[in-house]
């Protein structure tokens, strides 16, 4: 494990359009500083949403969300209107689905990549290549955290990185196994390259060296298997939704 981590975000991005070129404005982002074997490189996904051409017409966001739902888990109502906690398309449990008004012209908003850890191996790929390294790259979104106030950044892509680290079968300082134990890294170095990017700085792109012995020569899994649904999932409800179903298992004599 490293003990020294530097990271930094580099201006000078342009705005990004459907069908440009990430691999290449990136390689020229970076081109006075290049990355170097084991670096990490962490990534906004409303740049490779723009760029996947994932801005759509949308002049009711809400519409946009429920298209976007496959299971709503929450809703709250409030002053402005309705939130909704819901699992989307990825698998991913987030406010809204993950679309994003913000930073996308008037009367459109962005939705999430298709396959955000397919968009990793892809830049990952060009990005190797062109600077003749070894890296690892984030895809990263905003979310929400249960029982913690504010937002952090999570993996939403990854490729050619450890994205769980299982310390389960090692002991501790004093010598105890641990038994539950897994690290979710990538969700980590998501938000470590928030903390230079910014939500409104214009740098969607963070460079983190120091976690070279987490940079992978495979692609490996990609940041899906950070996703706990199914019979993993204890919170499949809000607790509104849940004190509801239980009234209604309860008038049907249910358990």
Known sequence: ??????????????????????VALLARLLRDDPPVDGDVLVLTSKVVSKAEGRVVSADDREQAITDETVRVVATREHASGVTRIVENR??????AAGVDASNTPEGTVLLL?????ASARRLRAGLSAAFGVRVGVVITDTAGRPWRQGVTDIAIGAAGLVVLDDLRGQVDTFGRPLIMTQAAVADEIASAG???????????????????????????PGARVLVRLGDEDMFQQGSAEAYSQGWKDALRGQP
């Open 1 to 22: 494990m490293s003990s020294h981590l530097e990271v930094w975000a580099p201006d000078g991005l342009p705005e990004i359009a459907p069908g440009d070129d990430l």
């Open 90 to 95: 990825l698998g991913l449990v987030m406010a």
């Open 113 to 117: 990549p298709l396959d955000p850890d």
């Open 194 to 220: 928030e903390l230079v990017k910014g939500k409104a700085e214009g740098r969607p792109l963070a460079v983190i060296r120091g976690l070279g012995h987490l940079v992978t020569d495979e692609d490996g």
